[in-house]
């Protein structure tokens, strides 16, 4: 089950979040391969944040997954929750940071004979 966590300065109440959740299940689905019913993002914003020296509106995200996490999953996953943070809450894609982990790395590693 991929887990999509946001987390971000900007004040959300009042902020209609079920679009940003609907396109972020849509996306993180796509292109990691899972299924939609499986995905679960969780967004907490107001958090206190600064990024280069400030505290304009930024936003730092974690995907995990069981599989499906490669250099091009990387790659499509921060471009595109990086436009859905653009566009959705006006964070640049300059300050937004997002970190992708595939749970079964370690356990692969584990496994190794090296």
Do not use: W
């Not at 907490?44 to 069981?66: H, L, P, R, T, W």
């Not at 990086?82 to 940071?97: Q, V, Y």
């Amino acid at each position: 089950m991929p887990c999509l966590y946001i987390t971000t300065n900007v004040n959300l109440s009042g902020v209609d979040k079920d679009p940003i959740f609907s396109e972020a299940t849509k996306a993180v689905a796509t292109i990691i391969g899972k299924p939609e019913h499986y995905v679960m993002v969780i967004i907490k914003g107001g958090v206190d944040i600064q990024f280069n020296g400030n505290k304009e509106a930024a936003a730092y995200a974690e995907v995990v997954s069981m599989g499906g996490i490669n250099k091009e999953v990387k790659r499509n996953l921060i471009h595109k929750l990086g436009s859905i943070m653009d566009e959705k809450l006006s964070i640049p894609r300059t300050r937004f940071f997002l970190k992708v982990y595939d749970t079964t790395s370690a356990t692969d590693r584990s496994r190794s004979k090296l």
